[in-house]
């Protein structure tokens, strides 16, 4: 046996997804990005979504050419639908199932409009409790499911009324399925990330200097004195993705260097 082979043979029994079909949606940018490169390191076959064709197509050149990168509207029943369609001809079933897309929009809560309330509901809770469903049926047993909620789930968070109550019904929905799962084999938890250098920030609307302001502010309150990387968030998502796991049911992993003590 040579040495190459031998070289290999170790590499696959340090990879702690080899022969797993992973689901990420948002994969194509953040901390859906991040974890996906992370999974493939780790052997995992890659299915990933986002609503940009173009930050798609780069994040597949990035990650692989025989990763199946979808363009996928998470708040809308038939993408979703049309998802677990060609993800269960590409792949026959899931293994893990990353419900990270997402989306935040700021405002006071007097300002909060219609469409802004509809759009963040729409997006961040409705699609991920119909992304969970619509894909059971290809979930296979011992499957894993990771929810991104948020430190604004627990913590008051002016501004961002809708995205922190959303993602309350999300650390809701965690604990629930997490009973009605688990007799399936199937176990699901959520990943509370706090700040993260991601692009999210640069999508709230606001003038550059006011985000610079808040990241400034956000830096100064943080114990650990600095934004999170996507990375970061990842290694979490890769734990609660593999056998590492296989005790935790229906809780909640927050990474947020200390943010929620405060």
Known sequence: MSNAHNIQETIKTMQKLTGKTALITGGNSGIGLATAKLFREHG???????????SLAQARSVLGDDVLAIQ?????????????QQTQKQFGQLDILFVNAGIAQAAPFE???????DDMVTIDFK?????????????????SI???????????????????????????LVQTLGLELI????????????PIATPIFGRFGLPDEVQQA?????????????????????????????????????DEIVVDGGMSLL
């Open 44 to 54: 995992a076959r890659l299915i990933i979504t986002g609503r940009d064709k173009t």
């Open 127 to 143: 699609g991920a409790f119909f992304t969970i469903q619509k894909a059971l049926p290809l979930l296979t047993k011992n499957a």
């Open 111 to 117: 300002f909060v409009s219609e469409e802004q309330f």
């Open 146 to 172: 990771i929810v991104t909620t948020s430190i604004t789930n627990q913590m008051g968070s002016p501004n961002m009324s809708v995205y922190g109550a959303c993602k309350a019904a999300l650390r809701s």
């Open 72 to 84: 996928s509207d998470a708040g809308k029943l038939a993408d979703i639908e049309s998802l677990m």
């Open 214 to 250: 808040i990241k400034a502010e956000i830096t100064h309150k943080s114990p650990i004195k600095r934004f999170g990387a996507p990375e970061e968030v990842a290694k979490a998502a890769l734990f609660l993705a593999s056998d590492d796991s296989s005790y935790i049911v229906g």
């Open 183 to 194: 007799g399936r084999g199937i176990r699901i938890n959520a990943i509370s990330p706090g």
